[in-house]
């Protein structure tokens, strides 16, 4: 049996898609049997990130009761990837209780199954939430996004869901006006983790080389696997296994 991780932000724009993708390379690379899922029906981002091509059959045809789970995993950098099919016809298309049965076939088959759930909070992304062994949270270091996140936390809560933890992308440190005034300018760690009643699992630094690999098509641990975002996420992921 498997791992299922569900990757999830009450707000969109804080990196989730960013994290989930690059953690299923770095956990392929530790020799993993890895698949990366793309449940954001709407508005996927897994295929761009991991330069994927041409992908005829989806998830969409999978929640469609169509094709294969075979047809429709791509392998990319080293990571099996489920992705988000591109058109709107298939994402009215999918029916997303079905997503059940996919990752319980995939639970027979790999040793972590990486769940990418739409931020928010609505009846798509609360489906993989139901569906995953532990949820990891991603936020940003700033009140719109803790705040939002922190309702999603009441609504996990509320399912049984058992949320793993928080990961802080794109941390910032502190200007020097921020050090000479002692302005708060980001929200503490200690923060973060009572708004969200989790602990803080991992902290990933705000780094160019995460825009650069997205420009190149690649994941950052692979094009930059030196890079301060690519060590990050990797330490992540080797805590993960333990």
């Given amino acids: 049996m498997s791992k299922v991780y569900a990757i999830t932000s009450g707000k969109g724009g804080v990196g989730k898609t960013t994290i989930a993708a690059n953690l299923g390379v770095s956990l392929s690379r530790m ?15 897994v295929a761009t990130i991991l330069g994927l091509g041409k ?23 080293g990571v099996n990837v489920l992705p988000s099919g591109p058109t709107i ?12 049965g996919v990752v319980n076939k995939l639970n027979k088959t790999y040793d972590y199954v990486i769940i ?3 931020p928010g909070l609505n009846k798509y992304s609360l489906i993989p939430l139901r569906n995953a062994d532990e949820v990891l949270l991603v936020v940003t270091p700033d009140l719109p996004a803790v705040q939002a996140t922190a309702k999603l936390r009441s609504v ?15 941390s910032k440190k502190p200007s020097f006006f921020a050090r000479l005034t002692g ?11 009572r708004r969200l009643k ?24 692979v094009h930059k696997p030196k890079s301060p975002a690519s060590k990050a996420i990797s330490a992540l992921a080797k805590d993960l296994t333990k």
């Avoid at 016809?89 to 059940?100: E, I, R, Y």
Wanted: hydrophobic letters at 40%; proline letters at 5%; aromatic letters at 2%.
């Fill in 31 to 45: 020799h993993k049997k890895t698949a990366v899922v793309d449940a954001d029906l709407a508005m996927g981002g």
């Fill in 156 to 170: 996990i809560k509320a399912l049984n869901a058992n949320v793993k933890g928080v990961i802080v992308n794109r």
């Fill in 89 to 100: 016809t298939g994402f009215l298309n999918a029916d997303p209780n079905k997503l059940k």
């Fill in 55 to 77: 992908t005829p059959v989806t998830l969409h045809e999978l929640l469609a009761g169509k094709g294969s789970i075979e047809k429709a995993t791509y392998s990319t950098q």
């Fill in 116 to 118: 990418d759930s739409p």
């Fill in 198 to 221: 989790a602990d803080i699992l991992g902290i990933i630094p705000e780094d160019p080389a995460v825009i650069e690999s997205m420009n190149v098509k690649k994941s950052v641990v």
């Fill in 183 to 193: 302005a708060k300018e980001f929200m503490s760690d200690e923060d973060i983790e």
